[in-house]
């Protein structure tokens, strides 16, 4: 079995104090969920979760390693995943989509977003997440 391993982020801003979530809508499907990619030559998982950011949406971010959380799951072509996101804040992004990838996105708060979001495995890893965030914040 192939396992692929990529980078992602959950990226947020502060809106009246509280997070909005960056979810985006694949040009190919109906899923929601968060930038992520693979990692590409020798990238960290850091390096690869800023890059795939940038392509995605545009912005410039930088990652917070204080906090990561992993999902694992089996794709349709029999490969294994794993996906570590870590969180980026950003400041009043401008974002420009990589059409080719992503057809949508939504600034979601979190009961929004966990709604939004297609797979179960990623609201879980937006609870661990929004407790992260409101920890720093609260």
Known sequence: M?????GG????KMVDNKPQYLLE???TSDFWGFPKGHIEGKETLEQAAVREIKEETNIDATIDTNFSVDAEYDMKNGHH?????Y????????VTLQKEEIS???WQNYADARKTLT?????EILDKTND??????S
Do not use: M, Q, R
Request: net charge neutral.
């Open 2 to 6: 192939v396992t692929e391993i990529d």
């Open 9 to 12: 982020a959950i990226v947020y």
């Open 132 to 137: 992260y965030v409101a920890s720093k914040w």
């Open 81 to 85: 995943k794993i996906v570590t996101f």
């Open 25 to 27: 809508k694949s040009a």
């Open 104 to 106: 949508d996105y939504v």
């Open 87 to 94: 969180t980026s804040k950003v400041e009043d992004p401008k």
């Open 119 to 123: 797979y179960d495995n990623l609201k």
